[in-house]
């Protein structure tokens, strides 16, 4: 099973921005898709991004789309999400995911996922 580390969450101004990080260890990182999800207290974890084995095919969830930039570097093994124009409403503990298979389901939480982070704590202040 692939070992997920999250880095590079913060506090950060509305406007902002702020590079998250995740890093993969124990099995072949280019062998999965990866994604980020967030999850706010009380609330389902929500999807945000993701990228296909290579780095060919991304897809965002609305909120996010034209200010978060999902990408990966897999001689690295790591993949990252770069946040611009933060806003007050993207404060969550966010989370990357690696899976097996591309295609709409990804989308879902519930997706079989194989590995999850910790989680890295984003704050943006008003």
């Known amino acids: 099973q692939v070992q997920l580390v999250d880095s590079g969450g913060g506090l950060v101004q509305a406007g902002g921005s702020l590079r998250l990080s995740c890093a993969a260890s124990?099995?072949?990182?280019?062998?999965?898709?990866m994604a980020w999800f967030r999850q706010h207290p009380g609330k389902e974890r929500e999807f945000v991004a993701a990228?296909?084995?290579?780095?060919?095919?991304?897809i965002y969830g609305d909120s996010v789309k034209a200010r978060f930039t999902i990408t990966r570097d897999n001689p690295k093994n790591t993949v990252y999400l770069q946040m611009s124009s933060l806003k007050p409403e993207d404060t969550a503990t966010y989370y990357c995911?690696?899976?097996?298979?591309?295609?709409?389901?990804?989308?879902?939480?519930?997706?079989?996922?194989?590995?999850w982070g910790q989680g890295t704590q984003v704050t943006v202040s008003s």
């Open positions: 995911a690696a899976g097996p298979n591309w295609g709409p389901l990804i989308k879902d939480s519930h997706y079989p996922y194989e590995s």
């Open positions: 124990g099995r072949t990182f280019s062998n999965y898709i």
């Open positions: 990228i296909s084995w290579t780095g060919t095919s991304t």
